[in-house]
């Protein structure tokens, strides 16, 4: 079945560590990307998207993604995290021709002071 | 102000009392969609709908009904609630073409079957 993978379910890091976050998708062809962040209590809002054009993609508050199209992979990089990154983070992947919609299971991100 | 409004934001019922969630949107997206949150199974989508009359199921849309009589509005209803629908529900919308999948998210609506 077509599905995206976020292969870790909660990560645990201490401020200023860096952050990789995995998403994989099975999808063939012509895919729109996306992360989402949910912080405690809130509705999730769009981190970075890719569309096209260059596969690494900056996004707000210092978040950008690499899409790698031969691992068909979207993975979710910060160089340094803050306490207040804590929050869960959804990869989603949408396929134009059939208007398909998809996301990952998410990943629960604590950020310890 | 784009916004996506849902209401109730909180809801507690009892089992086959018949209840609406209301959806609304000031964007004039032509998709729109409901999902449901699970710990440990992420968003999963029950209904979406990509222009007024014109919708499709989702992964999960047993004991839900939707209907899109007006572009703006997207209701959730559920006939028949049972306690496994005790979940946290999402209104979503998105423009339709190249750039289509970049949702905008409702608050959410946390509904509570006993």
């Known amino acids: 079945a077509q599905s995206v993978s976020q292969h870790n379910h909660h990560v645990i890091l201490s401020e200023a560590a860096s952050l990789e976050l995995g998403c994989n998708y099975s999808y063939g062809g012509t895919v729109n990307l996306f992360w989402y962040v949910q912080y405690p209590g809130q509705h999730l809002q769009l981190l970075l998207k890719?569309?096209?054009?260059?596969?690494l993609v900056k996004g707000i508050k210092g978040f950008e993604a690499e899409f790698i199209k031969s691992k068909f992979s979207f993975n979710l990089r910060k160089p340094s995290v803050q306490w207040s990154d804590t929050a869960e983070y959804f990869c989603a992947v949408a396929r134009g021709n059939n208007n398909d919609m998809r996301f990952g299971a998410g990943t629960r991100l604590t950020v310890k002071p | 102000e784009a916004q996506v409004t849902q209401n109730p934001r909180y809801l507690i019922t009892v089992t086959g009392k018949k209840l609406t969630v209301t959806c609304s949107q000031n964007m004039n997206h032509e998709y729109m969609s409901w999902y449901r949150q699970d710990p440990g199974l992420g968003l999963r989508q029950i209904y979406y709908s990509m222009n007024v009359e014109v919708t499709d199921k989702g992964d999960v849309p047993e004991g839900y009904k939707v209907s899109r009589k007006e572009k703006r509005n997207f209701p959730l209803i559920l006939e028949s609630p049972s306690p496994n629908q005790t979940s946290l529900y999402f209104c979503?919308?998105?423009?339709?073409?190249?750039?289509?999948?970049?949702?905008?998210f409702g608050p959410g609506t946390r509904l509570t079957v006993l």
């Open positions: 890719y569309f096209s054009g260059d596969p």
């Open positions: 979503a919308t998105s423009v339709l073409g190249q750039e289509w999948g970049e949702q905008f």
